[in-house]
């Protein structure tokens, strides 16, 4: 248990759906992240969110939404994907200071699965 | 961004230390090395970090060399459960302005623990 929660665990959706992941940390953490991680290639940064504004959104296309209502939860919403997008998506937190490093505290992921 | 190359699958036998090198060649100044551990179906877990020369904790040591152009995490006496995906990871500093160095992971090094 790393204090960071993803639902839904597995999702399974259709190329015309809409739907959303949510990630909630329990740390305090001030900096929130979406990675995707796809068979067989690296963990790959989609989004960074610090004190609840974007700070980098890695040319990720714009079927894929973020959204932080406040430094605990983050939420990736998630429309007209196509099968290439499934994948495990982890979310992760850390505590930003200045001049150390800040350590990411990594959710369980959702696997997520586009037909 | 430093790019960093690890091997990709290494073998050992229980009870044994194992040796992870990672090679980064154009690492800068502010990066600091840090390793994650991956099992399946999980998000990956801080192990190790450090900036220069050995650092030790309960779990595993690192050894960086003064040029700081690659790194080795040591794992002593693995057992089983230490089967799993080991990532190296350069980058992570504070920059001086607001928003954090972004973390780059690799394709990691898959460790198999025989019995």
């Known amino acids: 248990e790393t204090g960071v929660t993803q639902t839904p665990r597995h999702l399974v959706m259709g190329m015309t759906n809409k739907k959303s992941l949510k990630c909630e940390q329990h740390?305090?953490?001030?900096?929130m992240y979406w990675y995707k991680q796809s068979a067989k290639k690296p963990l790959e940064l989609m989004f960074v969110?610090?004190?609840?504004?974007?700070?980098e959104n890695n040319s990720v296309p714009s079927r894929f939404s973020p959204e932080c209502p406040n430094s605990s939860h983050l939420f990736l919403h998630l429309h007209t994907l196509q099968p290439e997008d499934s994948a495990l998506y982890l979310c992760?937190?850390?505590?930003?200071?200045?001049?150390?490093?800040?350590?990411?505290?990594f959710g369980p992921g959702t696997r997520l699965t586009v037909l | 961004l430093a790019k960093t190359t690890q091997p990709i699958s290494m073998d050992s036998y229980e009870g044994q230390e194992v040796n992870i090198t990672c090679s980064h060649n154009n690492i800068a100044t502010n990066d600091y090395i840090t390793w994650y551990q991956q099992f399946p179906s999980q998000g990956p877990r801080f192990i190790i970090q450090g900036y220069k020369t050995k650092v030790t904790n309960e779990v595993a040591s690192l050894f960086i060399p003064a040029d700081r152009k690659s790194s080795t995490l040591s794992l002593p006496r693995v057992s089983l459960s230490d089967t799993a995906v080991y990532y190296c990871?350069?980058?992570?500093?504070?920059?001086?302005?607001?928003?954090?160095?972004?973390?780059?992971f690799g394709t990691g090094t898959r460790l198999t623990i025989i019995p």
């Open positions: 992760a937190s850390s505590e930003q200071r200045e001049h150390s490093y800040n350590e990411q505290f």
């Open positions: 969110y610090n004190f609840k504004e974007q700070t």
């Open positions: 740390l305090g953490h001030n900096a």
């Open positions: 990871l350069v980058g992570g500093g504070w920059r001086s302005n607001f928003g954090n160095e972004k973390l780059t």
